[in-house]
């Protein structure tokens, strides 16, 4: 059931960072879902948590109405308590019970305190926060496999391919740096680099996630449910002629587009499952999003679920996310599993929040630091087709590798 007690409204707008630094930087569980620097649309949610390795989550029913427009309430957000976490690609879950948080309504400058009103109190007295700390130099990254092999294992997906195992196949790879790392720190700077609309920190004991995701893996509200496919990149440019030139080519590649249309048909038919018939259509179609680093390639798939689906069987429908294996599903995890030699963990996985009245908000780990005790790495990749060309696919790796390893002091390796 959606959280029974009401929220409190603080007295003025609070920066969320200044907010977490100030109140939860330093806690062993703890989450910031953040809407992105200098937002003004949106919503950052921040808080502790305990760990919860029950059922729970999976259990909601995600067709609830949860909270009727104009409700007592009802403008203090669509998450009103529940869980945040993560998934990993191999499905394993890590998600913190939530009861105590504050949500940033950063379209309306509003600042609500849940669970707790004294939360609300220690809020508004956060201080302006210090100086993002200038990351230590680390050097170049450690790659799990190098450029060479990589494009190896892109010519064995295009054989794969070619034999009609597969149409498209999601190739990653994996960048260490060793030795200890301030995660916060880490995902302060990757936010000012990358900012983002779906980007978060979650933390539960000596792991931690710093995300600057842009895409949105499923919203689910009162029975309806999205996805936000995301196949295709470009870099950004200085040059503003450039830039637009780059974008553009994105929009009209025909490889672009194919791989993208691909993973839309994949994410109909898995939505399908658990969709009312004749329900599931495609919203937004080659759309051209643009990051601080990157332009890429969406698109938009939503569907009305059936009555009494839970979030564990709508997870069970859809995840892991087309866009990050391939198609079709189940042909192209095998492939990649024999391809990849190794367990992807919380790449390639999803983040957010699940809420007490079914509703939830995932985005991938993608462009993502995970934070170990005594290393961190990023996962990257990129959709092979038929029509890939290895140099290019190399290059895309290092492009989106690029700006999650800057924030850890670290550059990608030599011919990436």
């Known amino acids: ?70 409700s007592p309430g009802e403008e203090a957000g669509a998450f009103r308590g ?44 956060a201080p302006v926060p210090p100086p993002v700390p200038v990351a230590e130099r680390r050097g170049a990254a450690s790659g799990r496999v190098t450029p060479t092999r990589y494009a190896e294992l892109i010519e064995a997906c295009r054989a794969r391919i070619r034999e009609g195992d597969a149409y498209q196949l999601c190739l990653t790879t994996r960048f260490t740096v060793p030795g ?70 994105l929009r009209t590649d025909a490889k672009e587009r194919a791989e993208n249309v691909m993973i839309v048909d994949l994410m109909r038919n898995d939505l399908s499952r658990v969709c009312e018939p004749s329900s599931v259509g495609v919203d937004r179609l080659l759309e051209v999003e643009s990051y601080p680093h990157v332009h890429q390639l969406v698109s938009e798939v939503s569907g009305r679920l059936l009555p009494g689906t839970r979030v564990g069987a709508l997870l069970e429908a859809t995840f892991p996310a087309g866009s990050m294996t391939g198609a079709p599903k189940q042909s192209a995890m095998q492939i990649l599993a024999g391809l990849e030699e190794a367990p ?54 290092g492009i989106k590798a690029r700006a999650p390893l800057a924030a850890l002091g670290a550059e990608v390796p030599p011919g990436w």
Not at 29 to 54: E, I, N, Q, R
Not at 199 to 210: C, E, K, P, Q, Y
Not at 352 to 358: E, K, L, T, V
């Open 180 to 249: 200890a790392v301030d995660p916060v720190a880490v995902f302060r700077r990757l936010r000012r680099a990358s900012t983002s609309h779906h980007a978060g920190f979650v933390r539960s004991g000596d792991t931690a996630l710093a995300s600057a995701s842009p895409e949105r893996f499923l919203e689910v509200r009162g029975g309806a449910v999205h996805t936000h496919p995301i196949k295709g990149t470009r870099p950004r440019s200085a040059d503003p002629v450039r830039d637009a030139a780059l974008a553009d080519a």
């Open 344 to 397: 992807r963990g919380v790449y390639s996985g999803a983040f957010g929040w699940i809420g007490d009245d079914g509703a939830a908000d995932l985005a991938m780990v993608i462009r993502s630091v995970v934070v170990d005790a005594d290393a961190a790495w990023v996962g990257a990749g990129g959709g092979i087709t038929w029509r890939s060309v290895a140099a290019s696919e190399v290059a895309e790796v």
């Open 82 to 125: 529940g869980w945040v976490g993560w998934l990993t690609y191999e499905g394993d879950p890590v998600w913190l019970r939530v009861e105590t948080f504050l949500a940033f309504d950063h379209a309306a400058r509003r600042v609500w305190a849940f669970g707790d009103a004294e939360i609300a109190r220690r809020a508004a007295e």
């Open 1 to 70: 059931m959606p959280h029974s007690t009401a929220p409190v409204a603080l007295p003025a707008w609070v920066d969320p960072e200044a907010v977490f630094l100030h109140l939860l930087a330093d806690a062993d569980h703890a989450f910031w879902l953040d809407a992105g620097v200098d937002a003004s649309t949106g919503w950052s949610w921040m808080g502790t948590g305990v760990p919860d390795p029950s059922s729970a989550p999976m259990d909601q029913d995600a067709t609830s109405p949860g909270l009727a427009p104009g």
